[in-house]
């Protein structure tokens, strides 16, 4: 057997900071040594989520234990090694592994090239799919999911034969984003009409393309995102064709959220993920008193730790 390496290149960092100025690439982190119930991987690839440079900066409700801490909550990687008295863990060696949970229930930092985690950790990924969408599979998938069926009944998967009497629709803002992504195509697979609001950008050949995506992805209406365009009268008349949005998902906050809200039908909710645009959220005043719309926040490290402990009861 080939030995196994001694340290690994990271992204770490020693104090919370600007990601651009705290972070620094350690070439020769130590790696401890593989332990019981240990698993060596090798990650092949890992996102940057704005929760990640949060958790840099410091602005975050997790922090790292210690310092030099690892950047990164989730990613993929392959099995290299595991202890001989590693038990009835369900990984083996060879198979691709993402996390089984962000944060401290997970793995530590991703942003390095090998690891040794606890096995129990990890979980068994599809090895077919690409990099990029499984080095996601931890956090992103999860919060759209949860986030649509935990609010608002969600109907069975689509069946022809399905009574759509209690349809519904979602609208969501920031939908190129990986959770945007995910709801979308999730909505299409229960048959949920979705309405995403598109940012404007630099170029509106670039909007076109955005745009044309969310389409391909199963989004029913693509809208601007520019604080007017979901009161002009064609918009209205696509909107109008659609099922109740009862349930709509904001990671952005400020004029967006606003917008957002005002989509709702009475009772509706408006669920917050994110704040990428480092706004508080809006919600329009007569849209609350008037029609009695609800706000709730979501967030998946708070919903596993909500189970581990009803699973302990």
């Known amino acids: 057997a080939l030995p196994l390496p001694k340290t690994t290149r990271a992204l770490t960092y020693d104090a919370h900071g600007s990601p651009t ?15 019981a119930r240990g698993a060596l991987v090798r990650w092949l690839a890992a996102p940057v989520n704005p929760a990640d440079l949060n958790v840099v900066e410091g602005v975050y409700p997790l922090r790292p234990a210690s310092f030099p801490a690892v950047g990164g909550n989730e990613g993929v990687g392959v099995v290299v090694r595991l202890a001989a008295d590693a038990g009835d863990v369900v990984v083996e060696v060879g198979d691709v592994v993402v996390p089984a949970a962000p944060g401290p229930g997970g793995v530590g930092g991703t ?3 090998w690891a040794v985690v606890d096995a129990s950790r990890l979980r068994v990924a599809p090895s077919d799919l690409p990099l990029a969408e499984t080095a996601q599979m931890s956090v992103n998938p999860p919060t759209a999911f949860r986030m649509l069926h935990d609010f608002v009944p969600m109907p069975r998967l689509r069946d022809d034969d399905d009574d759509d009497a209690n349809l519904h629709a979602v609208a969501l803002n920031a939908p190129t984003s990986a959770v945007g992504r995910a709801a979308i195509q999730l909505c299409a697979m229960y048959g949920v009409p979705s309405v995403a609001l598109l940012r ?15 389409k391909r992805l199963g989004a029913s209406v693509v809208i601007r995102d520019d ?51 480092r706004k508080p959220v809006e919600i329009p005043v007569g849209k609350s008193i008037f029609e009695d719309i609800e706000h709730r926040g979501f967030w998946l490290t708070r919903w596993l730790r909500d189970e581990e402990a009803a699973r302990r009861r």
């Open 200 to 214: 404007p950008r630099a170029a509106e050949t670039e909007y076109d393309a955005d745009a044309r995506e969310l």
């Open 21 to 35: 100025r705290a972070l620094t690439l350690a070439r020769d982190l130590p790696l401890p040594p593989l332990g």
């Open 111 to 113: 942003w390095r090239e």
């Open 227 to 277: 604080g007017a365009a979901h009161r002009d009268r064609e918009t209205r008349e696509l909107l109008a064709s659609l099922p109740p949005i009862k349930l709509a998902l904001n990671g952005v906050g400020g004029a967006s959220s606003r917008s957002l809200a005002s989509l709702l039908a009475p009772r509706g909710v408006v669920v917050t993920y994110g704040g990428m645009g």
